[in-house]
């Protein structure tokens, strides 16, 4: 009594401790913190543009439905109530003042920001090349625009620097004063959330807040009633995909508990044993979530979400001491018997996950130690915390005509092995001739975006003009303003690559905020009042200017000589997500990454800019390179875990001979489940290879069941009967995955459900009770 | 006989009324007839900053409706071309060719699509636009514009289109700091039907 009392005091105050540690454990959800600790700077780069990036705030909305002139002014008002929102940092819909904030900010800071301050264009001749200039100007139709301008900004420094940062031919065509769609059926809206991408409640929250301002602005519009709004970006694909994932989960898990919940209240007929049974894995998850915690300082989401499909086998351990208990036994007297089978079938399963612990990915790792984890607790809580919890007299009052069909095929043994036999060659055939590849290569497939969501994104992206950014100039330096410097000077060069015809535009951090020993040369580079002053005088003769013409000209001048040096702190809020998208902290470094648009010859601009000491990052391509060394890494762990499995199999069992008849019914369901998942030129997903060594792990406690049980007794009924019992759950629950949207649900729940199954077929017409 | 002049008379009098009752719609249905025009212009700007007015030279063309050319030949030689809503600005002191919306630059655009409304005889446009008033007769009328969007009033008070039956004569602009533009149109050659 007393060594019981102790595990059971024992297990609450751990749960207790776990549930502490899980509590205040970090949890993220950052692609960046799934990759590999020595991820490259191309890798870093990208994982740090699709989480937090620019691009990663960006909503693209269009509005249609209505006449063009209705759709402007729903345009209007809505980008008037989202500007007044701070959830979003930058409404641009064409009009005045979407480019407000920009222009104001050239305007004010043009003498710091301009790359054409220098002293030449200060002199007296560089001033009347300047004014004669606008002498030309003056002539033509945009005098009176230019007529407010010039007397602050003769040399037209705030003109170039708009044409820099804010060039307008790259906007989409306006009509009615704000952007449309070519033909004016849509008018498109272009979004920066405050909140990144990543974060999807704010993502959500932001998106909730774009439709109360369409549907207010509707309301007010006349004429518009009609009108619908359509939104995508970054954001908006990882709060739908939360959302589907979300109901996807809730459905099935309800589906899939009403499965098990009613096999086993049959089997058992009491609800306190029903409950009991859920201990070992929820305990099991506790523990695994504390110690992922504890082991690398966070937990990720995937290997929150991701981990409890992997430890289902956890369910199979109460079933199997429940339903094996007979009539007048004790769970001691169980545990004596099948104790043994249980720890072996446990530890082939942590063998096999144990591959996981070194992998390059951190996913991959935590994965690994959430299994092994979970595993090993729920395996000891079977053992010791659920015997003194049963109830007295306990028996699986149903689970007795449970093993009559198995019963059945095992009695019938001959002609089903043939079957089997006669299955396997179908299979291997099938295999061997399977045409066009057996992998599935196409990322998108394995995306849980639906392909209209996909095409929308690309419309919007296209009327926009702002394409998905994909190629980069890369480097490091060793502070802020060292990597402001290396941008200035790698501008010439980007800048010749785009006269070339190479490139068609670009962004450099040092555009929007020069180095501040620029800034100290362009001040230099600005006469004193007096000298200015004299100057200008000069270089008015001759030009028919009135002599105090430029008199705001030299009151700016003089303020901007003195003015204190621009930092990150004065962007405005457009310019500054811009800014730190392009130059970021990584540790001691600081990393420029800095957007090139429509890259005509990359070989050649990335030889280029090698020359000029950058990196030319593809992220297309090193988004394919990463997936396909995650691909290869997750079937390499596959393999190597199923090897482990078996090897444990030889060691545990003592005996070549025993392991291979536990291992042969295993190999046969995996091999006939990729024929029937291959069949008629289906592919494999990466997903479904994970999905194959589940089924090794689950199955060889089957097969080890099978191995052990003696044919005929009583206690051979009860353990084909657990089996089955344990098997159904699973198809169960796995079967109703198979039913999500979301390709990694779906993929692994048809592999796992199927090849379980047939794990217990093959178990059974392969084991030694048909002779009697 | 009798019916011989009764058809004389009908004949008559569509041509009697135009001549007596001068109007907004005659004009534009007048101006709607010209399919093409071309015309040599002097254009003299005043501006604040300058001392003394800036006189330019060069040649305007016209097709019917949407399609405007002003050709500056000198001092400075210079491209406006407007095209239904395109403008397109090559050939000025930067050398470079700017292309852009009208609608993008509604204090341009609002300028110089008045103008071509009044040469394509669009009466809806016009009145969408401006506040219009005609004074003089058929062989010499004036046409004042007061743009109503108040971003073009900033910067034009007001245009005024002097002409003498379906031919401009001259165009006059004036802003509100005192950038004025005087246009005088010579040896127009239209193609009327």
Redesign the interface.
């Known amino acids: 009594m007393r060594p019981e009392r102790l595990a059971l005091g024992l297990w609450l105050a751990l749960l207790v401790l776990c549930g502490v540690i899980a509590a205040r454990a970090s949890y993220r959800t950052q692609m960046g913190d799934f990759l590999p600790h020595s991820a490259s700077l191309e890798q870093q780069v990208l994982a740090q543009q699709v989480n937090g990036g620019a691009a990663s705030h960006i909503l693209l909305v269009a509005l249609e439905g209505a006449p063009t002139a209705t759709l402007a002014a729903l345009s209007e008002d809505l980008a008037g109530k989202l500007r007044d929102n701070a959830a979003f940092i930058d409404v641009m819909n064409g009009d005045d003042h979407s480019l407000a904030q920009i222009q104001d900010f050239i305007w004010r800071n043009r003498y710091l920001l301009s790359d054409s301050v220098t002293p030449q264009r200060f002199t007296a001749e560089g001033l009347h090349t300047a004014l004669t200039s606008d002498i030309g100007l003056l002539g033509t139709d945009l005098a009176p625009v230019l007529s407010q301008s010039l007397p602050q900004d003769p040399t037209g420094e705030a003109l170039n620097l708009m044409s820099t940062l804010a060039p307008a031919s790259a906007g989409p065509a306006v009509n009615d004063g704000v952007w449309t769609s070519p033909q004016g059926d849509d008018a498109l809206l272009l979004l920066h959330t405050a909140a990144p991408g990543f974060d999807l409640d704010a993502q959500q929250r932001d998106l909730g807040l774009v439709d109360a301002a369409f549907a207010a602005a509707r309301a007010e519009t006349p004429g518009a009633q009609a009108a619908r709004l359509e939104i995508s970006g970054p954001g908006v694909f990882g709060v739908r995909t939360r959302d589907v994932t979300k109901h996807d989960v809730t459905r099935l898990s309800i589906l899939a508990t009403i499965g098990a919940v009613s096999l086993l209240a049959f089997a058992y007929r009491s609800p306190r044993v029903l409950l009991l049974g859920l201990l070992p894995i929820a305990s099991g998850a506790l523990a695994a979530i504390a110690a992922v915690s504890v082991g690398f300082g966070f937990v990720h989401g995937i290997t929150l979400g991701f981990g409890v499909t992997l430890i289902g086998e956890a369910m199979d351990y109460a079933i199997y001491l429940f339903t094996q208990t007979a009539q007048g036994d004790t769970a001691r007297d169980t545990l004596s018997r099948i104790w043994p089978t249980l720890r072996l079938g446990a530890l082939t399963s942590v063998a096999g996950f144990a591959a996981m612990l070194f992998s390059s990915f951190t996913g991959f790792a935590q994965l690994g130690l959430f299994s092994i984890m979970g595993l090993i607790t729920a395996a000891a809580v079977t053992r010791f915390v659920l015997p003194p919890l049963m109830p007295k007299q306990f028996f699986a009052v149903g689970a007795g005509g449970m093993a009559k069909p198995l019963g059945w095929l095992i009695r019938h043994q001959r002609p089903a092995r043939l079957m089997a036999l006669a299955a396997l060659l179908a299979a291997g055939a099938a295999l061997l001739t399977h045409r066009g590849g057996m992998w599935d290569e196409n990322l998108l497939d394995l995306s849980p975006i639906p392909t209209a969501a996909q095409a929308l994104d690309a419309k919007l992206r296209h009327e926009l003009g702002v394409p998905d950014q994909r190629y980069f100039a890369v480097f490091q330096a060793g502070s802020a303003q060292q990597a402001l410097a290396r941008s200035e000077a790698l501008a010439p060069v980007l800048a010749g690559l785009k006269a070339d015809g190479a490139l068609a535009g670009y962004d450099l951090p040092s555009n929007i905020l020069p180095s501040d020993a620029t800034q100290r040369a362009r001040q230099a580079a600005l006469p004193d009042a007096a000298t200015l002053s004299a100057r200008l005088a000069q270089a008015q003769t001759g030009l028919p200017f009135r002599a105090d013409a430029f008199a705001p000209f030299l009151k700016d001048v003089a303020a901007a000589k003195t003015a204190p040096l621009l930092n990150a702190a004065s962007l405005p809020p457009a310019l500054a997500l811009r800014f730190g998208s392009m130059l970021v902290q990584n540790g001691a470094d600081w990393v420029v990454t800095a957007p090139l648009t429509d890259i005509a010859d990359p070989t050649a601009a990335s030889q280029r800019l090698a020359a000029a000491g950058a990196n030319f990052v593809d992220l297309d391509h090193e988004s394919a390179t990463l997936m396909s060394t995650f691909q290869r890494e997750a079937v390499t762990l596959a393999v190597v875990g199923s090897l482990a499995i078996l090897s444990l199999l030889v060691v545990g069992l003592r005996s070549p001979r025993r392991a291979a008849r536990v291992a042969a019914p295993l190999a046969m369901a995996v091999a006939i489940t990729a024929a029937l998942l291959t069949l008629g030129g289906g592919k494999l997903s990466i997903f479904m290879v994970t999905g194959f060594l589940l089924i090794v792990a689950i199955g060889s406690n089957y097969c080890l069941f099978f191995e052990r049980a003696v044919a005929g007794s009583v206690a051979w009924e009860r353990a084909i009967a657990s089996i089955l019992l344990a098997n159904l759950c699973t198809v169960a629950a796995y079967g109703l995955m198979a039913l999500s949207h979301i390709p990694v649900l779906h993929d692994i729940g048809v592999t796992v459900a199927t090849g379980t199954f047939l794990s217990l077929l093959c178990g059974a017409v392969f084991s030694r009770g048909g002779a009697p | 006989m009798r019916r011989a002049l009764l058809a004389a008379l009908l004949l008559l009098a569509p041509a009697t009324q135009a001549q007596t009752m001068w109007s907004l719609d005659v004009l534009m249905i007048q101006m709607a007839q010209v399919r093409a025009a071309s015309a040599s212009f002097t254009?003299q700007?005043t501006?604040?900053?300058?001392?003394?007015p800036?006189t330019?030279q060069g040649t305007l063309r016209y097709t019917a409706p949407a399609y405007m050319r002003?050709t500056?030949q000198g001092?400075?030689p210079?491209d406006?071309i407007l095209d239904h809503d395109r403008i397109t600005?090559s050939g000025?002191?930067?050398g470079k060719t700017h292309?852009?919306?009208a609608?993008?630059?509604?204090?341009?655009g609002g300028?110089?699509e008045g103008i071509r409304a009044v040469l394509a005889g669009d009466e809806a446009t016009l009145t969408r636009l401006y506040t219009v008033q005609l004074g003089g007769d058929a062989a010499n009328w004036q046409l004042q514009l007061t743009p109503l969007d108040p971003?073009v009033a900033k910067?034009?008070r007001a245009i005024t289109i002097a002409g003498s039956g379906a031919r401009i004569t001259g165009i006059d602009?004036a802003?509100p700091?005192g950038?004025d533009?005087h246009m005088r149109i010579a040896e127009t050659v239209s193609d009327a039907p």
Not at chain 2, 47 to 52: D, R
Not at chain 2, 103 to 108: C, G, K, L
Request: hydrophobic share 40%.
């Open positions: 254009e700007r501006s604040p900053l300058l001392n003394a800036l330019t002003k500056t001092p400075a210079q406006f600005m000025g002191p930067d292309v852009f919306h609608s993008d630059a509604p204090q341009i300028l110089v971003k910067l034009v602009t802003s700091d950038s533009s």
